[in-house]
């Protein structure tokens, strides 16, 4: 959450060694998921559906619907950055599809804002909007400031290409809040540039 993905991956491979010889599938489903998640911010992104399609197999073997839901939707954004826009959109719907299933917000905040880059990385940006301002609206209610502040900068983003300076300002003071507040220096820095450039 602080944005130092070199120590968490270090950490999280340590984890992953820990478990070997240990049977705990469920746990090596959770390292393997936080793996392909902590890859993908280090733009690895191979790596990163490697570790996502370990953790995949691994919760479905246990009949885990809600670990299931989260790898796919995380897999959704993994299939974009990878040039494949037709998979990233069939595994985002299943995703989104599951946690509607659920009922769970937390899951939807988070699949709604990947649903979103996909959407802006194929040029739909209106409907890139929709679904981020979508996934904030989840994310507010479920208390989950970090994804909250990834989303804002989004909308920022789609304000300032739409040619809504105010209005991304806005976005990006709020983000640069939040990022400030958990000590995410990374993000936290982001802001600021898009803040100082607009």
């Known amino acids: 959450m602080a944005g130092d993905f070199d120590t968490a991956r270090q ?11 240990d049977n705990d599938p469920e746990m090596t489903a959770y390292t393997t998921m936080a793996l392909g998640m ?7 992104i191979e790596e990163a559906l490697a ?16 670990g299931t839901a989260f790898i796919m939707g ?6 974009q950055r990878l040039g494949d826009p037709t998979t990233a959109e069939e595994v985002m719907a299943e995703a989104l599809e599951r946690g509607h299933q659920l009922g769970d917000p937390f899951l939807l ?26 996934a904030g ?11 909250l502040g990834l989303t804002l900068t989004m909308l920022g983003k789609f304000a300032q290409q739409q040619g809504d300076e105010a209005t991304a300002r806005g976005y990006w003071e709020e983000a640069l ?6 000590g995410n220096g990374r993000f936290a820095a982001e802001a600021e540039q898009l803040l100082a450039g607009s």
């Open 177 to 182: 809040e939040i990022f400030t507040d958990i």
């Open 51 to 66: 570790w996502e399609r370990q953790s995949l197999a691994a919760f479905q073997a246990l009949g885990d619907a809600w």
């Open 109 to 134: 905040a988070i699949f709604y804002s990947n649903a979103s880059f996909i959407a802006q990385a194929e040029g739909d940006l209106d409907r890139a909007t929709e679904l981020a301002r979508t």
């Open 38 to 44: 902590t890859m993908l911010h280090l733009d690895r």
């Open 137 to 147: 609206d989840f994310q507010r209610s479920t208390g989950h400031v970090h994804s």
């Open 74 to 79: 995380q897999m959704g954004q993994v299939y």
């Open 11 to 21: 950490r999280q491979q340590a984890s992953l060694a820990l478990l070997q010889g």
